[in-house]
DNA sequence: TCTATTGGTTGGAGCGCTCTAATGCTGTAG
DNA sequence: CTACAGCATTAGAGCGCTCCAACCAATAGA
């Protein structure tokens, strides 16, 4: 239980601990001879080096915190990938915290995070206020991924919302729908430029906007579309504020007889896992998460070793995924088929595209050469 | 971007280093007037203690390591909420890393863990060879969570895989059926209890087991049904090796023209948040992951503190969850009809039910107290 | 009055490392 | 044969903290 020090090392390899030092962190100028000599000796005492020593010794770190708002949330993990990719091959390590979306959890992690005096902070969608992020820019270099922020310390990766909804709107128009719902992510993250995306697309199109009050969540959805159906304003397209919701709304279409997208089109937003399952297979817009880890990785080592101070603020563009959940609109292929009839068995055009679509996203095989 | 120093805080609350060092850690031994004075002070220059600086010279640490092997999979979050629970009501920290799966990161994951001397280790479900891990057992106390070892100096906290098989087989052969496959895990882990527990229970109940080889993924799922449907082999239920391929499953099954539950029963294993969902609504075998979670904490807590040295070994009890997916054989309920018909339209009280239940497994709601 | 005892406080060593400046050791030029 | 690079190597201070032993009243006991 007890691990060997730098004095041990030196010792074994007959030679001073400032050289074990030097060849741990492998110095050009160390000869050979006794590079050998002190590797050896480490590889047999079974020797690593001590992260904090280190750190507390050079007053640098080679350690970059991530605060994950919810871990329960896939999205954040592809995000994790990209800085974990970026992080590994400059060398340095990431240390994760969660806060489970509670600004008190946050803040401790934030705390504990900070107390490891790592070299910057990539907080990803955090819901701390605002005040405390820039105490804690104060400290060391930060990075927001979707989350915006106007402090000039901080920088910011965040997806173009707007453009998103755009995207759908505009599949959606070309498809022929003309009455066209937003159901409102209300206090989400991200939820207002998708809805002012929403709203501006639509009135390009000459169109009128739908924005009807819902939440990130699969009942929520559901919700929202059983008070469509009592009002009598369900229009022929949906445009929900994330992939849950949407499969809710998709689940109560269904539940009220009716059939997507046969009889309404349903579009998500964030093209988790879930809209991927072949029984699902939402159309849906995709974030490019990987890259928001990566670029967020980027930014912050460009303040830790190139000193850059000016903040850096990318908008990444989404793209559009159609997969299943959405088709011309009814009243466009039939003249006024009741749209509670369930449409003709044995689609298999349908599940054939399913299965397409399926493959192309077919997960990435264990490489045999591992 | 320069913290303040014990050294500033002694300075500044006119006393010595020594005694800020104890009011940090809060010893009874100090007179209220100076540990008001040193708190005021600190408080003043935005002093927070250099957690690392601290563990070198304590040579102790007050931080949990957790090594989540996929952080896309939801099951680990919720693990990982149960190891936080503990820690933090104990006064541990917890960092976390990843190994996305990859034995090679994992590795390397370690490594970075065991560098900042953690207190100990958790590692969930990890794919490291067993040397590694007996390796680093040597080091500082192992909690292996969602894997199995023989090692006397780790512990170990498993789900008991042959106890949910059971329980899945036992709700199907009491809804009347007798032809039940299992769609195996194969490689993946956990898979062999969950195949062992199948079979024992089929020949409990005095049937003839039929093991499919599939794996942990959607698309598996999918192809083992095809399988089973082109050789004329396909039974009335199926118990997936896990919710993913129990939804792949599913749909292939609807794509070929059947209904579940009406025509086959299909239940999944692990209680996903997919599984859960009103558009899935799968009955499926839960997993109490938070008690894991809470259990490796208290595990490393005891080895940790109270000095442990013998290995505990927990085997939870799953439980079976019904959802929607599950039903009396067709068979059962009507002579022959032939099972490739889609039953009946409009089975309102299908669709009642999962709201049913979606309510009853309804997510938490924001409390408005705080 | 002198010695114990107690509770609060402090200096200093040291945790495992890095970093600077100094050291020894060649080899080559003067 | 001395001087001076130039290079490999090392002693030693110090990072921010903890911990131990020592210290210093102030009170209690003899």
Do not use: W
Not at 22 to 36: D, G, H, I, Q, T
Not at 103 to 122: D, K, N, Q, T, V
Not at 205 to 232: C, F, K, M, N, W
């Amino acid at each position: 239980m007890v691990r060997p020090t730098m004095e041990d090392v030196a010792l074994r390899a007959g030679v001073s601990r400032a050289l074990v030092s030097l060849v741990m962190r492998n110095s050009p100028k160390v000869s050979e001879a006794r590079r050998a000599a002190v590797l050896k000796a480490a590889e047999e005492l079974g020797y690593s080096p001590h992260a904090m020593a280190r750190s507390l010794a050079s007053r640098t770190s080679t350690v970059l915190g991530v605060m994950v708002s919810d871990l329960h949330n896939a999205f954040f993990a592809e995000v994790v990938d990209g800085i974990d990719e970026v992080a590994r091959e400059q060398g340095f390590d990431i240390i994760i915290n969660t806060g489970g979306r509670s600004p008190a959890r946050e803040r401790r992690a934030l705390e504990s995070l900070l107390s490891f005096r790592p070299a910057g902070l990539i907080l990803l969608s955090p819901v701390v206020p605002a005040t405390a992020i820039s105490k804690a820019a104060e400290q060391l270099p930060i990075v927001l991924v979707a989350r915006s922020s106007r402090v000039s310390t901080v920088d910011t990766i965040n997806d173009d919302g707007e453009q998103g909804a755009r995207l759908a709107v505009d599949h959606l128009v070309s498809l022929g729908h003309k009455r066209i719902a937003h159901l409102d992510g209300g206090e989400g993250t991200q939820a207002g430029p998708r809805r002012r995306g929403y709203v501006t697309a639509m009135e390009a199109h000459g169109l009128v906007p739908q924005v009807v009050s819902s939440e990130y969540t699969d009942a929520a959805g559901a919700r929202a579309i059983r008070r469509l159906i009592s009002d009598g304003t369900l229009p022929t397209a949906i445009l929900s504020c994330n992939d849950f919701n949407a499969v809710g709304a998709i689940s109560a279409l269904e539940d009220a007889g009716l059939r997507v997208p046969a009889d309404v089109s349903v579009v998500g937003y964030d093209n988790t896992s879930l809209a991927a399952l072949r029984h699902v297979s939402l159309t849906t817009i995709d974030q490019p998460r990987a890259e928001f880890g990566r670029l967020a990785a980027l930014a912050l080592l460009q303040r830790v070793r190139d000193g850059r101070t000016e903040p850096v603020r990318h908008l990444l563009n989404p793209s559009l995924v159609v997969r299943n959940t959405t088709a011309p609109p009814a009243t466009s292929r039939r003249s006024s088929g009741s749209p509670l009839l369930p449409a003709a068995e044995g689609d298999s055009a349908g599940s054939g595209s399913r299965t397409a679509d399926f493959q192309a996203k077919s997960p990435e095989r264990r490489s045999r050469d591992h």
